[in-house]
């Protein structure tokens, strides 16, 4: 009776229903804030559980800063762009001598479905407008962006939502087709050459057989 009873506690133990994902299980909840200072020595930061990265190398700024980065839950939207993750870095304006590097991880389940990894950049909100940031760049093995900041804005991680892998493949299909056709025709352009430049030694050597 005792086995059966923990048999029972078992199964029901597996069969229970898991309660679906929260904002909590995000890599960066929205509406969630961390702070850190810096002086003039500058230094490495790690924000959100070590997800966000901030390097700011040493006179980037004359004198102590309190710098926020809080998680946005409503960016301001850009319907060719599919947010990945969005901040808030403050204080709003703040201006560095030297630029700072912000890496900003995130997971493929957090990816649209069908979109191309490579086309992630890191964007900077200017005005109402977002603009990838120069240099950004997007590192697919370790599943992180990066980039150079020399101003505070809303700094957001985004991939460009009209890429996608099945848009790549039927590309590189045309340019098959293409390289197969133009191909064809260099075989058939160099065999007539060939059958002519045949044709010319036989008559430089008087056979009129032709």
């Not at 003039?40 to 901030?54: A, C, E, I, K, R």
């Not at 762009?81 to 389940?109: K, R, W």
């Not at 120069?134 to 020399?150: K, R």
């Amino acid at each position: 009776a005792i086995i059966c009873f923990f048999i029972v506690l078992m199964f029901s133990g597996c069969t229970e229903e898991q309660s679906p994902p929260t904002n909590a299980d995000h890599m960066f909840p929205a509406g969630m804030t961390e702070t850190f200072s810096v002086n003039s020595t500058g230094g490495d930061f790690s924000l959100f559980d070590d997800n966000l990265q901030v390097t700011v190398p040493p006179d980037s700024v004359p004198q102590n800063v309190d710098i926020t980065v809080s998680t946005i839950e409503s960016p301001v939207d850009d319907p060719s762009l599919a947010m990945i993750a969005c901040f808030n870095f403050g204080p709003d304006g703040q201006t560095f001598a030297q630029p700072i590097e912000v890496i900003i991880h995130y997971t493929i389940s957090e990816l649209p479905a069908g979109v191309d990894e490579s086309t992630i950049k890191v964007y900077v909100l200017n005005g109402s407008t977002w603009e990838p940031i120069v240099g950004s760049s997007v590192n697919q093995l370790m599943h992180y962006a990066v980039a150079d900041v020399s101003h505070f804005s809303d700094i957001a991680v985004c991939v460009s939502s009209s890429s996608s892998t099945d848009t790549d493949e039927d590309s590189s299909d045309n340019g098959s087709d293409n390289d197969s056709n133009n191909s064809a025709a260099q075989y058939w352009f160099k065999a007539d050459m060939y059958f002519y430049d045949y044709k010319d030694l036989r008559l430089n050597d008087n056979d009129h057989d032709d």
